[in-house]
Nanobody, 122 residues
């Protein structure tokens, strides 16, 4: 089973930037799409972005489109989330997910990371 470990979270002022990383174990990383999700206090988990296996296709939530960029380096088994122009409403725990799929009941993944906290101060 692929294990995922996020890093790069922290405290940043509104308008600032952070880059999150998610390192995957195993040799099959390039066989899977990857995604980023977030959960703010008192709220449900929210989709942020996904990226295809090759990295050629990306998809974003409207709330982050134009500000966040998802990318991957298959040679390093790592997926990234570059977050620019951060807002207080971006404050959340951010999770990466392996091969996320969107069902009628919500998003599902065979493996989730432990999360990294992002706090944006206004």
């Amino acid at each position: 089973q692929v294990q995922l470990v996020e890093s790069g979270g922290g405290l940043v002022q509104a308008g600032g930037s952070l880059r999150l990383s998610c390192a995957a174990s195993g040799r099959t990383f390039s066989s899977y799409s990857m995604g980023w999700f977030r959960r703010a206090p008192g709220k449900e988990r929210e989709f942020v972005a996904t990226i295809s296996r090759s990295g050629s296709a990306t998809y974003y939530a409207d709330s982050v489109k134009g500000r966040f960029t998802i990318s991957r380096d298959n040679a390093k088994n790592t997926v990234y989330l570059q977050m620019n122009s951060l807002k207080s409403e971006d404050t959340a725990a951010y999770y990466c997910a392996l091969d996320p799929k969107n069902y009628a009941s919500g998003w599902s993944s065979s493996s989730w990371g432990q999360g990294t906290q992002v706090t944006v101060s206004s």
